[in-house]
């Protein structure tokens, strides 16, 4: 069978080269009916389909709240349901228990950062993270150590930061870091661990290169993507204002237990949407509060701003792209 093979490959071979003007029409024909395909479908797998890279993506949810009439905010957080208080995330995270772990985080933002050995600032894509942000991910760092729920403690916690692999690389040329401190919109942090090659965060499509506690979020002066439910005072630590939604919520819970820790997580978060609720006046806003209940859905490839605006535009590329591979093979079959 491989001598017949290798026979037919010889016979091709002689009979391309026989026809080169054939030859090359067919291969640009289907160079460029395959090339389109392959860069769609590359570009439609990075965005639709391919899954964090963290270990056991298939056992990561994301919470939301869902109105009464319409759908959860699963465009990245534009809106208002897909945010949480951090007393809402301590509460669902008590509920919780052992059966899982739960993490919060803020969007990626642009900080101004001087790193070490650095004259000049620039700026970083940085995230605020509670203390179970790289454990829930299981993300273990690759030097030092991860954010830790010392750190992230509302009374006392520290300003300490996590720098990602390519800044290390890139910025720092590889250096041993550890213990040094960086100037964060000025405020300093120290350097207490280094994510692994790979690693950019929870968002597809707006990579972080420094994590940082979720405590630091009124010295650094923080204010996006922010929802706010009645009178309340931004100016105030956001940890402490149950009326202030601005963090995402993930959890790692194993895929066997998703049903039975639902119910908890639902009578905790119903707990939290009327404690809200009676501190607002306006009737009508009181009722809409109140009518959201909690969303649990998978979280195997990540948050995305892109994927849910980009989805119907990369399904009709691929079509297209599919229909200009069909018309390429019709046109060498016409060749041949």
């Known amino acids: 069978m491989i001598d017949t093979l290798l026979q037919d490959l010889r016979y091709a071979a002689r009979s391309l080269r026989r026809t080169p003007g054939f030859t090359i029409a067919a291969v ?3 160079g460029l009916g395959i090339g389109a395909n392959t860069a769609i479908f590359t570009l439609l797998d990075a965005v639709m389909f391919k899954p964090l890279n963290v270990p056991s ?5 994301a919470l939301y ?4 009439d319409g759908a959860p ?3 990245g957080g534009t809106g208002r349901y897909m945010r949480f208080s951090y007393p809402r995330f301590e509460r669902l995270q008590a509920a919780l228990g052992d059966r899982g772990s739960l993490a919060a985080m803020t969007r990626t933002a642009t900080f101004v950062v001087r790193l070490p050995g650095q004259k000049q600032p620039e700026s970083v894509r940085s995230q605020l993270v509670s203390g179970e942000y790289f454990s829930t991910l299981n993300v273990p760092v690759a030097r030092g150590r991860a954010i830790g729920r010392d750190d992230a403690r509302v009374a006392d ?3 300490v930061a996590v720098i990602g692999d390519r800044l290390w690389q890139e910025r720092l040329g590889g250096a041993d870091v550890i213990g040094q401190t960086i100037v964060v919109s000025g405020v300093t ?5 280094i994510a692994p090659p790979g690693f950019v965060g929870a968002w597809s499509d707006a990579r972080a290169d420094l994590w940082l506690p979720l405590t630091m979020q009124q010295a650094l002066a923080f204010r996006n993507n922010v929802s706010s439910y009645g009178e309340v005072e931004v100016t105030d630590p956001w940890v402490t204002q149950d009326r202030i939604a601005w963090l995402n919520v993930i959890g790692r819970i194993p895929a066997g237990e998703q049903t039975q820790v639902r119910a908890r997580l ?9 404690d809200v609720a009676e501190a607002v006046e306006d009737p009508k806003f009181r009722e809409e509060i109140r009518g959201n209940a909690l969303v649990i859905q998978p979280f195997t490839q990540g948050f995305s701003r892109l994927r849910a605006q980009l989805s119907d535009a990369f399904i009709a590329l691929t079509a297209m792209v599919a229909i200009v591979l069909l018309v390429a093979c019709a046109n060498v079959a016409n060749l041949l």
């Open 28 to 30: 640009v024909t289907l």
């Open 57 to 61: 993506p298939q056992d990561l949810v």
């Open 65 to 68: 709240e869902q109105p009464r």
């Open 73 to 75: 905010d699963a465009t």
């Open 157 to 159: 916690g520290q300003q």
């Open 189 to 193: 942090a120290t350097i207490v661990g």
């Open 266 to 274: 639902e009578v905790a978060n119903r707990a939290g949407i009327e």
